[in-house]
């Protein structure tokens, strides 16, 4: 199982990314994908997850400027993060787990499967 995260940058706070997650080596729409960030001196922390039905859930620090989406055609999460800040600065993590539930998925460790991290740095 392999997850590819990419779409990182250096961006002006209020600016735009789009984070996307490649996922190889299972079967993809069984599996519900999240992403996580964690920031230099801090704990991983919860981001998005999309669920295998498409439902959806944020922290609250990215409602109302994240949206998570999936295409099960192509293997893809993308994270589109819009009016970025300062605060949102850390590496973005994917991962992918089958069996995570609504009281674990916001959960790192219950997940299986992670990517490697993209450097995402919003400059104020």
């Known amino acids: 199982v392999q997850l590819q995260a990419s779409g990182g940058g250096l961006v002006q706070a209020g600016g735009s990314l789009r984070l996307s997650c490649a996922v190889f080596?299972?079967?993809?729409?069984?599996?519900?994908v999240g992403w996580f960030r964690q920031a230099p001196g801090k704990e991983r922390e919860f981001v998005a997850v999309?669920?295998?039905?498409?439902?959806?859930y944020y922290a609250d620090s990215g409602k109302d400027r994240f949206t998570i989406s999936r295409d099960n055609a192509k293997n893809l999460v993308y994270l589109q993060m819009n009016s970025l800040k300062p605060e949102d600065t850390a590496v973005y993590y994917c991962?992918?787990?089958?069996?995570?539930?609504?009281?674990?998925?916001?959960?790192?460790?219950?997940?299986?499967?992670w990517g490697q991290g993209t450097q995402v740095t919003v400059s104020s």
């Open positions: 999309i669920r295998r039905n498409r439902a959806t």
């Open positions: 991962a992918a787990d089958r069996s995570v539930i609504s009281t674990t998925i916001t959960s790192s460790q219950y997940y299986n499967y």
């Open positions: 080596g299972i079967t993809f729409s069984n599996y519900a």
